[in-house]
């Protein structure tokens, strides 16, 4: 079983960074595939990035170059750093830990709130 706890979303105006981190309990969870997904209101969840155990990354066309995604497998960690947000992304914001390739679970946390003004 693995439990994400994510953090450091918030308000940031237009072109504003904000940092997430999620995370992640559990022996296992340093070689799943960790991403960030995100739903704005009546929308459905969508991808933002991913990467692997080995830090190979995959990122959504609508943050490419603006989105990094990064982790600390000692510390069992994931983090996207945001820069030069846009108001269409206000969201909630997932943290995803994927184990299904390993015959485990897929696990959210919770959602971190990611408001962008205009």
């Known amino acids: 079983q693995v439990q994400l706890v994510e953090c450091g979303g918030g308000l940031v105006q237009t072109g504003g960074s904000l940092r997430l981190s999620c995370a992640a309990s559990?022996?296992?969870?340093?070689?799943?595939?960790m991403g960030w997904y995100r739903q704005a209101a009546g929308t459905q969840r969508e991808l933002v990035a991913s990467i692997t155990w080995s830090a190979s990354t995959n990122y959504a066309d609508f943050v490419k170059g603006r989105f990094t995604i990064s982790r600390d497998n000692a510390k069992n960690t994931v983090y996207l750093q945001m820069n030069s947000l846009k108001p269409e992304g206000t969201a909630v914001y997932y943290c995803n830990a994927d184990g299904r390739a390993y015959y485990h679970g897929n696990y959210w946390g919770q959602g971190t709130q990611v408001t962008v003004s205009s």
């Open positions: 559990g022996s296992s969870a340093n070689i799943y595939t």
